[in-house]
């Protein structure tokens, strides 16, 4: 694991405690506002996801190298 997600997921847990000692209720409301939030964008992120997919199947890996070139973004 890259040690800037070791970083970030240290500090997330960090957070997540002190806002559990400061106020259980607010932290359980904001964790169960947050999963709604991700449920309602799941349905639609895994469709995007198959359709860029099934779209991208059938072009090889060189055409899609050729076309914005190997030193795109350089």
Known sequence: ???NAVI???VAVALLLLSLVMDRGKTFTGFKRGWQMFHKLLLPFLNILIIVSVALYPIP???IEEYPGAGAGR
């Open 1 to 3: 694991m890259n040690s």
């Open 8 to 10: 970030f997921v240290a």
């Open 61 to 63: 890996p060189s055409a």
